[in-house]
Each structure stands twice: as structure tokens, then as C-alpha cells.
């Protein structure tokens, strides 16, 4: 259930169902449900080990339906979402999907997400929050038409090193000449759908974005052709393992978006989350800019963004970090063991000049239950380049059939 206050009184809505709901629902074992948005989304479908090797092994199949959707058109939504977003989206061209993030007006980072060209004039803008007000409110001026498309388009990634060879046997043969984030639109059962060479695994995949009505047909047909090369249902669990093994951030997990901060210092600006290349300061005006650039010439930026490598097995998630084991100096926001680097591993927040300056003698402290005891171990940590698992398969065009 979702609660939602009105005055003094708590409304009580049922989770949302997505069009795939039910033939998750159909795989699963134990009920692992989560609330993602409104959503009721799964957090394993089966068994989550064997999730994630689905993920590096054969294929996977994921409902990304919560994803909140915008659809914005009009002969000014080039100009209008280069304003908006930190990079130059005149440089995009049509049919290309930019990773991309936007601020407030104070440079403090908003969300993160996807933005889909399909020409100058049409864009699909997704995300993990939603924004529909503030982005009205950002069109003031501009010949654009923003629509929340969330409920009436549904979204399936399909990832895994067989991934392209399911899509070809399922009849999307045309997949083949994508690379690494481009889109096709075609036509299936009637109906136009979306395919882009992206996803949040760090693997060789896609995403299919398509009317609701569509979906179960999609579904039947994608099942059916992946049923021979080890295609298998997963929860969130097995996809966030192998985000954090990619190095990818998410919102109000590794950083607390401004919308959502309840302190100032919560907030954090592109460069403090690793973002900072996405700012071209070769644009126009667009928001957040002159916050940035005065942050970088009066060296404002509090935080930094790393990665890190944790010697042992311990869970480290939510741990605290300390330079030479005595001064507090970040925390970690989000920590795994990875069964493909065959290494602990963990994204962190660290406060400046830590992590920029000072890089080594390093130490997180970790309280491991052992026998019903909790014991304090610290345990080293030593700062690496993203990504933790780097697969040639993720960009090789065509792709390779597995």
C-alpha cells in the first residue's frame, strides 16, 4: 500500500499494478514485492543469485514500467530541454539517447536520467522522480507540450550477453545495427514501440518502451524466444547489483535530490556525485550554471564522489568512513560483493579534500553479526576507477550472438 496524508487523515492507495505485472507474478516464489514509485515491483523474482547470473550469463528480463515517463514535443522542445539539462542536446542527434541530469536554479542536482531524441521536436524524458510541476513551471516561454506518460506506456529491459540474439529470434532483426545508445521505433502488433541499445547493468542489453496494450503480446513473444538461451524474470536486486558493479549512481540512494533534501547540506551539485562531465559550459544559459561555475572558481564543492575496493567479504552498505581510522570523513552509499570482480566493492561520499587530495589511509568501519554478536572490524579501502566490471560485450556492434 502507498500512504499518502490529507490534513490529518491517511489515504491508503493500492499499489499500481504494471502491465507486466502479471506475468512476473507468474515466475515468482515467495512474494518479493517492493514499492517503486506508486508501483508494486519485484525485489527477487525466484532466487536472486541466479537473477544476476541471468544478467551475466544468458538474458534477463526486467519491469521498468515504474520509470516515470515525460513526453515533450513542440517546436521549441530542443531549445526548452537544452536550457533544462546539463548537456548540449543540439548536439544529439535524432534517434540517440543521451544520459544526462538537470539542477535547480541554485546548481543543485534535481534527478538523473535518460533523455530519447526521436527528432528536434519529440523527446522522451525518464527518470526516477517525478517532476511534471517543475517542469511545466521550466516551460514557461517555450512553444512545448510536457505530458506524464507513466501510466500509458509501459517499459521492459531485456539485458544479458544473449540479449541481442532473443530480440533477433523474437522477430527484431533490426536491433543488430544499434550501437550504444541508439533507438529504433517500429512497428509490432499493430502498434509503434521503441527499442534503444540501453539499460542499467553495465552488460550488453536493451529497453523496450511501448503502449500498454501491447505489452503481454511483447512479453509472449520475447519469452517464447529466449526460452532456449537461458532468458529468466528478475527483481530489483540482482539489477542493483549489477548497476553498483557498473558504477552507476541512483537518486536518493547514492545522493539526495534537492526536491528531496530536508537540509541544505544534503543537496549536492554535479561535481560533487561525479557528474561533473556532463556540464558544458559551452552552452547558453541553462539552470544551475552560474551556481556551478561560481562553485568551481571559489572552490565551493564540499563532496566527492568514488569508488572504492573493501578487503574482505563484509557487507559495508551504510558504513562510515575514517581517515586513519580516527577522523569521520564520508560515508558509503551503496556496497556489494561482486561475484564477477570477485571483490567488495562500494560507491561513497566523501567530504573534500578527501578523495580529491588525500586518497590513501583510508579505513571503513564495519559492524559484522557473528554468533549473535556484533564485532567492529575496519577494514582498508582503497579508491579505483569506475567501472568495477568493464565487458567489451556491452559495446560491440553488431552484437555478438552468444
Not at 12 to 41: N, V
Not at 145 to 155: G, H, L, Q, V
Request: proline letters at 4%.
Amino acid at each position: 500500500m502507498s500512504l499518502k496524508k490529507e490534513g490529518e487523515k491517511k489515504i491508503i492507495f493500492p499499489l499500481i499494478k504494471s502491465p507486466f505485472h502479471e506475468k512476473f507474478s507468474s515466475q515468482m516464489r515467495g512474494g518479493l514485492w517492493y514499492d517503486w514509485g506508486g508501483y508494486k515491483a519485484a525485489s527477487v523474482v525466484q532466487d536472486e543469485e541466479m537473477e544476476y547470473f541471468a544478467i551475466r550469463s544468458t538474458s534477463s528480463l526486467f519491469d521498468a514500467s515504474p520509470l516515470i515517463k515525460y513526453r515533450i514535443e513542440g517546436p521549441d522542445a530542443e531549445t526548452f530541454l537544452n536550457k533544462l539539462t546539463l548537456r548540449d542536446v543540439s548536439s544529439l542527434s535524432s534517434n540517440k539517447v543521451q544520459y544526462t541530469a538537470w539542477c535547480d536554479d541554485e546548481g543543485f542536482v534535481l534527478d538523473d536520467g535518460t533523455l530519447f531524441k526521436f527528432d528536434k521536436n519529440r523527446f522522451r524524458l525518464c527518470c526516477q522522480e517525478r517532476h511534471l510541476p517543475w517542469l511545466l513551471d521550466s516551460a514557461l516561454g517555450f512553444n512545448v507540450n510536457i505530458k506524464d506518460e507513466t501510466e500509458f506506456f509501459a517499459a521492459l529491459s531485456i539485458q544479458g550477453p544473449t540479449s541481442a540474439a532473443v530480440l533477433k529470434s523474437a522477430g527484431f532483426n533490426d536491433i543488430s545495427k544499434l550501437k550504444p545508445f541508439d533507438l529504433i521505433n517500429i512497428p509490432f502488433n499493430g502498434h509503434e514501440i521503441t527499442i534503444s541499445r540501453t539499460g542499467f547493468t553495465g552488460d550488453l542489453g536493451y529497453e523496450i518502451f511501448l503502449p500498454n496494450i501491447a505489452a503481454t503480446k511483447l512479453w509472449d513473444v520475447i519469452w517464447k524466444a529466449g526460452e532456449k538461451l537461458g532468458i529468466r524474470a528478475i527483481g530489483f536486486n540482482a539489477l542493483n547489483l549489477a548497476r553498483i558493479e557498473t558504477g552507476f549512481i541512483i537518486a536518493n540512494t547514492d545522493f539526495i535530490t534537492s526536491e528531496h533534501a530536508l537540509r541544505e547540506d544534503r543537496k549536492r551539485m554535479p561535481d560533487e556525485i561525479s557528474l561533473g562531465w556532463m556540464v558544458d559550459l559551452n552552452k547558453d544559459h541553462f539552470n544551475g550554471k552560474r551556481a556551478i561555475i561560481n562553485a568551481r572558481q571559489k572552490n565551493l564543492n564540499r563532496f566527492f564522489s568514488v569508488a572504492l575496493e573493501i578487503e574482505g567479504k563484509e557487507n559495508a552498505e551504510g558504513s562510515i568512513i575514517y581517515h586513519n581510522k580516527l577522523k569521520e570523513v564520508g560515508i558509503i552509499t551503496s556496497a556489494a560483493w561482486s561475484p564477477t570482480a570477485k571483490k567488495s566493492i562500494a560507491l561513497a561520499t566523501l567530504q573534500r579534500p578527501f578523495g580529491s587530495k588525500y586518497k590513501n589511509n583510508l579505513w571503513v568501519e564495519i559492524y559484522a553479526l557473528r554468533e549473535l554478536q556484533y564485532h567492529k572490524l575496519m577494514k582498508k579501502v582503497t579508491i579505483v576507477k569506475r567501472p568495477f566490471v568493464n565487458l567489451a560485450r556491452r559495446t560491440i556492434t553488431p552484437p555478438l550472438d552468444y
